[in-house]
């Protein structure tokens, strides 16, 4: 954003010197500096495909104005960021949410925000998940029986969880083994990734009713081999 800001057409960013996007690659905290810093201004000298003097100022001043929006809407996310830093860990149920797997801050705040409160709302883990949105609809007609996904949810809560799913998977072995079993059975991507939601919102569920943190073998205890005959 800062290189953009100093030269919005390619004319401007061809003369860019190493020292300047050394310095924006220093202060956006990366590393490799000096072989990003070459590697980028070697791009922007290269030769490439132009277009008319007027039209590149035109989109000039659409990556100006872009970026004076971007700009603003970090500040403003910073801003909600202390607002959540804040007041969300004041919450009694703040200790339990942050203790699940691939819930943050903020992810919590919307998870909690979305699911409300009252602790005799949902009646039973089932009940959550249906709400949630992360549980399957069984269809039987005949012999044929399918499970379909929900399609009537609360777009931002199932948009908080399946995030916490992608998350989690990278954090809790259980959550992973779970998602691997399903994908060895052929499951895509993201149908596994709403089956691992549904798993983790009957934990967070059960993890609330009983007023306990999230233990990473209770939620997902090793299967008992059975014994050889």
Known sequence: MELLGKAPTPA???????????????????????????????????????????????YAASVQALLAVLTVLNIQIKTLNGQVDAHFGQHPAAEIILSQPGLGPILG???????????????????RKNYAGTSPITRASGKKKVALARFVHNDRLIDALTAQAFS?????PGARAYYDRQRARGIGHNPALRQLANRLVGIL???LKTGTRYNEATAWPQPVEKAAA
């Open 168 to 172: 989690a998977i990278l954090r809790s």
């Open 109 to 127: 705040a919307r998870v909690l925000a979305e699911f409300g409160d009252d602790p005799d709302r949902y009646t039973s883990a089932k009940a």
């Open 12 to 58: 401007q960013a061809a003369r860019l010197t190493i020292a300047q996007i050394s310095a924006a690659l220093k202060r956006a905290r990366r590393k490799n500096v000096a072989d990003k810093a070459a590697a980028i201004a070697a791009a922007l000298r290269s030769d490439q495909l132009g277009q008319p003097e007027v039209v590149a100022q035109a």
């Open 205 to 207: 569920h059960g993890c």
